[in-house]
């Protein structure tokens, strides 16, 4: 419902900034910075272990307001049991990690206007909505060797019926930008995705019969679906994780863009 609301306020911000002054033009350029992930492995968002992210950025400016952005990017993030501060986590004992190909495109609102080159208009705040698609692949390590967790059916899903490892996802954030001079300007942005998937961690459900399991999987799928450090706690059906609320991830960092593009002459200027 949050989402929704904040969505729908983005909408009307959008349309009330279309009589905004025009300055049309490209800009593109690139970015680098950190990649977290919130899900069952890190539901209180620990930002101890964050990973590394960047991308590349085109942005069309339909005038001082309102813009539209496309980004091709790459995220790193990872979970442990580990390093939470709840016993059952610890006793779960499971970890993950996966590499994020995300392919992003939103609409940023200008809260004020902005103008490459002005003297009194050259920053703003903005707030961006959107959608993304995304590549991941979590895996996990197991005597020394790396294993793809997906196609184990760590939770019981039958062959066929894994997870996919593309999916979508809801972004909304906030940022920062400032003109260097007329051709260059500087951006800070925070980004979250939230996930149309809770598998991003491969953790979602609860445990799977093991001897089902052997018997699809092997040994290995068996050992890494219940890494529990005391017994009993990976039995069938017990819980695993929580599928009540899907997995995000959220991208920070700072870019650099290079305008292409004039101010439009307005229509009194023009020459008749």
């Known amino acids: 419902m949050f989402v929704k609301k904040v969505i729908f306020i983005y909408i009307l911000l959008l349309f009330s900034a279309t009589i905004s002054i025009a300055q049309k033009g490209y800009e ?5 910075g950190t990649s ?3 899900g069952d492995l890190n539901p209180n ?8 992210a960047g991308g590349i950025i085109g942005r069309y ?5 309102i813009c539209l952005k496309g980004s091709l990017n790459y995220g790193f993030v990872k979970g442990n049991d580990a390093d939470s501060k709840n016993n059952f986590d ?11 190909f995300d392919l992003s495109g939103a609409f940023e609102f200008n809260f004020l206007e902005y103008v490459h080159g002005s003297r009194t208009k ?13 590549y991941f692949n979590p ?30 996802g809801v972004i909304l954030g906030l940022g920062f930008k400032w003109d260097i001079n007329h051709d260059y300007s500087l951006n800070i942005e925070f980004s979250t995705r939230m996930l149309f998937t809770d598998y991003l961690d491969d953790v979602s459900t609860v445990y799977p019969d093991k001897t089902l399991l052997l018997a699809k999987r092997g040994q290995t799928a068996v050992e890494l679906s219940d890494r529990s450090l005391i017994d009993g706690l990976g039995a069938k059906d017990r ?8 997995d995000s991830y959220s991208f920070f960092g700072i870019g650099i863009v290079k305008y292409f593009g004039n101010i439009a002459c307005p229509e009194i200027s023009k020459i008749k």
Do not use: M
């Open 139 to 168: 895996t996990a390590e197991l005597r020394g060797e790396r294993y793809a967790l997906r196609k184990l059916g760590t939770e019981g899903q039958a062959s066929g019926k894994e997870y996919s490892a593309v999916n979508f």
């Open 45 to 52: 968002i620990n930002f101890k272990s964050p990973g590394l």
């Open 239 to 246: 819980q695993r994780g929580d599928s009540k609320g899907n």
């Open 90 to 100: 610890r006793n779960r004992n499971l970890s993950f990690q996966s590499h994020l």
């Open 61 to 65: 400016n339909f005038n001082t307001r």
């Open 122 to 134: 050259f920053f703003t705040p903005y707030l961006l909505g959107g959608a993304n698609l995304f």
């Open 36 to 38: 977290v992930y919130h």
């Open 28 to 32: 593109t350029g690139g970015w680098l």
